[in-house]
């Protein structure tokens, strides 16, 4: 036995900001530390997915994890019992084989991606560490820039609007710490334009503010008059990201928008998308087609990317293979990198690296569901990723991640390079 061998794996039930179940899983070392992850949840998520694995039924409308916990204390704790938590590709693997399944969905994404995550800050924690330097090493770190949602929509929002997540990108910050300063102002601002004008209904799921808009246009106006009103110019200081989440209302080709009351084919969804590009300091879209719509997404990279960011959420679901046969059709130029999407930290890690490889950008990003968990502020410094999403800024369960970047920043010092605009993929 080493100071970092496992020797207890424990799991309860705790809550997330939607008040729904989740997975807490605890792992404690021969050293005496105990390693913690709690598992995040989304909404609109890609039919490629680990599942989460819920108990269905009628308790808590079929959300409960009991199952999920079963495992963990039970099959996992065995079979992960006296490894080396040093050793998370290892762990990680043995957990994979266990479950067996190509979606986790025997022993649940949700256990699996609570157990190791709580490895990795077992680790960390053994070598008295910040989970960010224990996962970079050697290799070179960064302050993410952060992508801030203003406001939301799509299954976060009663599908108020169609579109998902109006976000800002500070790209004229010269620090992590000045991106954050504007970001509060432009939210700010943004809830000050909605008040004025009888538009506020309250926050969304990520604490955007929670749109009545007639038109998705209209979010795109709002946002940039925020830009203004908070000082800012648009497009220099601050510009718009979208997430269309495309899936979320994309059938066979035909994209139907309630708000609006049309549908458009591909080619009428790619022909507004480019307007709005024209129109609007855009530099960024997430998921602007949906999943299965793969001829659509090579036709629009090709004619976007010389200006946006064209980023892959739930077309890559997180999984290298699926990077690479992304940069190989040239069908998006970034990529979103959620832990769960994956179920493990290794898999994850394996995406982020493809998406490097190919030149991507890589968004670390966090869950529609989410908890006190701040992991991911750090895979987004230590894996050195370049950007991080986390939803808007309010609600303490994304706060405690936009703060947690700052404490690093601070504990970087001179040392903490910002990654700051270059962090978008290369415009060509
Ligand atoms: P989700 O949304 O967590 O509900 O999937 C986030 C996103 O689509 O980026
Ligand atoms: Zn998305």
Known sequence: MTPTTITRVHARRVWDSRGRPTVEAEVRLA??????????????????????????????GGHDVAQAIANVRGPIARAIFEMDALDQADIDAKMIELDGTPDKSKLGGNAMVAVSLAVAQAAALAHDM???????????????????Q???????????????????????????????????????????LM??????AGVAD?????????????ALEMTVRAIERAGGHPGTDAALSLDIAAS?????????LALEGRSLDRDGMAEMLLDWIERYPIVSIEDPFAEDDRDAWIAFTRAARHRVQVVGDDYLTTNA???????????????????NQAGTLTEAKAALDAGKAAGFGTIVSARSGESEDVAIAHLAVGWNA????????????????????????DALGGDGRFAGAAALPPRK
């Open 130 to 148: 910040p989970l960010w330097q224990h996962l970079a090493g050697d290799e070179p770190v960064s302050l993410p820039l952060p992508e801030v």
């Open 31 to 60: 050293c005496g530390v105990v390693g913690r992850g709690i598992a995040p949840a989304g909404a609109s998520r890609g039919s490629r997915e680990a599942v989460d694995l819920r108990d269905g039924g009628t308790r808590h």
């Open 248 to 256: 979320e209302f994309g059938r066979e080709g035909t994209y139907t």
């Open 150 to 192: 203003i406001f939301g929509g799509g299954a976060h929002a009663g599908r108020r609007i169609d579109i998902q997540d109006l976000m800002v990108i500070p790209v004229g910050a010269w620090s992590y710490d000045d991106a954050l300063t504007m970001v509060a102002e432009i939210y700010r601002a943004a809830g000050a």
């Open 386 to 409: 370049g950007q991080l999403k986390v939803g808007s800024f309010a609600r303490s369960e994304r706060m405690a991640k936009w703060n947690e970047v700052l404490r690093i920043e």
């Open 321 to 339: 293979e699926r990077i690479a046969e992304a940069a190989a059709d040239a069908a998006c130029n970034a990529v979103l990198i959620k832990v």
């Open 206 to 218: 990520e604490g955007g503010w929670w749109p009545q808009f007639a038109t998705n246009e209209e």
């Open 195 to 200: 008040q004025e004008s009888g538009k506020l």
